[in-house]
């Protein structure tokens, strides 16, 4: 049985941390800890199931526990985005998901809190010392069911418009493990397949398919039935697969104080998108622009 799952780091536990092709490196900073892997290989991107590319994930507190725009872990998290950007030009934020469903609202919920910056131009930002502000532009992508377009395509007619130099992708993950919902950061620069983590695969966003470098920022708010079962199990469930009822395999799990923990994430990613994308400025600077 495959153990779905959006996170690099599950990918190289399941398979195991000797596979060939990979770098994989850990570190702390501002109380967080932080491990770096890249995927450096066809055969390692066959054995993990993960795209080549650089995956950062950073471990937690619960996002149930409060922040403020002051603390030094948003300007953390905002570095290691920064690190795979481009130094210069127009970055596109685009918000993946429904938010009309709370735990794949991340994206919606991110958006909100990005300083767009695009339209911010000419004499009075000069004036005002906006001038050196990054230009960033924002947009929600919606989901199929509601827009007819997938959102591929979506991203790529905007990406072809208004012609940015990134796009940063902001949408809910999937866990193997309940005890890493609302508790990790996922940043990487290997695009993102929306809806891989539980099954319902859309076209890939990345450079291949949009044209531009895609930085992809989440945080898992959701479980797989069936691989939550095979992981508690140890090892999958293996030929009792078929003993789940047939409606388990298409449900996922989501942790009671969902809400929360969407509403925060939100806020940590949007204020570390701001840190990483106009670090002219200081985070609470930026906070009172928006």
Do not use: W
């Not at 795209?51 to 950073?58: F, K």
């Amino acid at each position: 049985m495959y153990l779905r799952t959006d996170l690099a780091v599950e990918a190289r536990e399941i398979a195991g941390d000797r596979v060939s092709g990979v770098d994989y490196k850990t570190y702390s900073e501002n109380g967080l800890s932080i491990s770096r892997m890249t995927v450096k290989t066809e055969k390692a991107k066959q054995i993990l199931g993960k795209e080549m590319g650089t995956y950062i994930t950073i471990s937690l507190p619960s996002l149930t526990d409060n922040f403020s725009a002051a603390d030094e872990r948003l300007v953390t998290i905002g570095k290691e985005i920064r690190r795979l950007l481009p130094v210069n030009g127009l970055i596109l934020v685009a918000g993946l998901g429904n938010e009309e469903i709370t735990p794949d609202s991340l994206g919606p919920k991110t958006a909100l809190k990005v300083l767009a910056t695009r339209h911010i131009s000419g004499e009075i930002a000069r004036a005002s010392g906006l001038d050196r502000l990054r230009p960033v532009a924002v947009m929600n992508t919606g989901v199929t069911g509601q827009t007819g377009i997938e959102t591929g395509e979506y991203i790529l007619s905007v990406v072809k418009r208004i012609r940015p130099n990134a796009v940063v992708a902001v949408d809910a993950l999937a866990s193997r493990r309940l005890e890493r919902l609302g508790t990790t950061l996922q940043i990487s620069d290997a695009g993102i397949s929306p809806g891989a983590g539980v099954g319902n695969h859309r076209t890939k966003i990345d450079r291949e398919t949009i044209g531009v470098p895609v930085i992809s920022v989440g945080v898992p708010t959701v479980v797989d039935v069936q691989t939550l079962a095979g992981d508690l199990l140890g090892g999958g469930l293996g030929d009792n697969s078929e003993k789940l009822p047939r409606l388990c395999k298409s449900m996922v799990v989501i942790p009671r104080e969902i809400d929360l923990l969407t509403e925060r994430a939100s806020r940590l990613i949007g204020f570390a998108l701001n840190a990483a994308l106009q670090d002219r400025f200081e985070l609470e600077e930026l906070v009172s622009l928006m």
